[in-house]
């Protein structure tokens, strides 16, 4: 049968049914995200910004996990860190003013909304999680920049060896292209501890609201620091 086909022929088609399955595919999972995610906002730091969230009255609150169909969901959260981070942002506007901007596991993509709101010349939000993608669309124009001015990191020292893969690679950004640093973290144990800790510069700290600090198992503040290694 493959010899019926050209194989340019064949290869478009395969292609194209590609394609279409894969359109379907992310057809499906976008449906699947809004139905079982809620627009809301209003109980963070930053009630002006409208997000796509997990919140109680969705299914998989209280559905077993094994249910949900993907990784698990960090995106579908708007973590105390990336709150702190987007505040700031959002009452010091000229941060982000006519700047390249990448908002590093952007999650629910407050921070690059905020970017965004603020005037920023390209924002991008990178997640390594693909279904964030279909619940962020922050707006950019023109190809993105080889380097950026200014990269945001909304609660990713969570994890140790991540907080340490982050800490060799923003020294090499700041080394190569003097971008500019911002970090929101709510005093985890793994960012207090972390050798980048005594480098940064404290810019700015905020009260969560209740609603945030009872998800957060009693966190009660979250702050933004900027990175000044020294030289
Ligand atoms: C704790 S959440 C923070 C999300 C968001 N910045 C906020 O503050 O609401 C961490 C996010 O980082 C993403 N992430 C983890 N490792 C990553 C990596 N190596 N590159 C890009 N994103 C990553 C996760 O998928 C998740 O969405």
Same mark, same amino acid.
């Given at each position: 049968?493959?010899?019926?086909?050209?194989?340019?022929?064949?290869?478009?088609?395969?292609?194209?049914?590609?394609?279409?399955?894969?359109?379907?595919?992310?057809?499906?999972? #976008?449906?699947? !995200? /809004?139905?079982?995610?809620?627009?809301?906002?209003?109980?963070?730091?930053?009630?002006?910004? #409208?997000? #796509?969230?997990?919140?109680?009255?969705?299914?998989?609150?209280?559905?077993?996990?094994?249910?949900?169909?993907?990784?698990?969901?960090?995106? $579908?959260?708007?973590?105390?860190?990336?709150?702190?981070?987007?505040?700031?942002?959002?009452?010091?506007?000229?941060?982000?003013?006519?700047?390249?901007?990448?908002?590093? /596991?952007?999650?629910?993509?407050?921070?690059? !909304?905020?970017?965004?709101?603020?005037?920023?010349?390209?924002?991008? $939000?990178?997640?390594?999680?693909?279904?964030? &993608?279909?619940?962020?669309?922050?707006?950019?124009? /023109?190809?993105?920049? $080889?380097?950026?001015?200014?990269?945001?990191?909304?609660?990713?020292?969570?994890?140790?060896?991540?907080?340490?893969?982050?800490?060799?690679?923003?020294?090499?950004?700041?080394?190569?292209?003097?971008?500019?640093?911002? !970090?929101?973290?709510?005093?985890?144990?793994?960012?207090?501890?972390?050798?980048?800790?005594?480098?940064?510069?404290?810019? $700015?700290?905020?009260?969560?609201?209740?609603?945030?600090?009872?998800?957060?198992?009693? &966190?009660?503040?979250?702050?933004?620091?900027?990175?000044?290694?020294?030289?």
């Amino acid at each position: 049968m493959f010899g019926l086909f050209k194989s340019s022929t064949w290869s478009r088609c395969v292609k194209g049914s590609f394609t279409a399955f894969r359109r379907r595919c992310v057809s499906h999972s #976008r449906r699947f !995200i /809004g139905e079982n995610t809620e627009v809301v906002g209003e109980q963070s730091l930053t009630p002006e910004l #409208r997000l #796509r969230l997990f919140t109680p009255s969705c299914r998989f609150w209280t559905e077993r996990p094994e249910l949900w169909p993907y990784e698990d969901p960090y995106w $579908a959260i708007y973590w105390p860190g990336g709150q702190a981070l987007s505040r700031f942002l959002l009452d010091h506007p000229a941060v982000c003013r006519g700047q390249t901007v990448l908002d590093l /596991g952007s999650g629910c993509g407050a921070s690059a !909304i905020a970017a965004i709101l603020c005037g920023a010349a390209h924002v991008v $939000a990178n997640d390594i999680d693909p279904s964030n &993608l279909l619940c962020v669309s922050p707006t950019t124009s /023109g190809s993105p920049p $080889a380097a950026f001015h200014l990269i945001l990191l909304g609660d990713m020292f969570y994890d140790q060896s991540l907080a340490t893969s982050l800490h060799s690679w923003l020294n090499r950004c700041m080394e190569t292209h003097g971008t500019k640093v911002l !970090i929101g973290d709510p005093g985890r144990a793994q960012f207090e501890e972390h050798a980048i800790r005594r480098l940064l510069r404290p810019l $700015a700290q905020f009260e969560l609201p209740d609603s945030v600090r009872e998800e957060n198992y009693g &966190l009660s503040c979250s702050g933004v620091w900027s990175y000044t290694p020294e030289l």
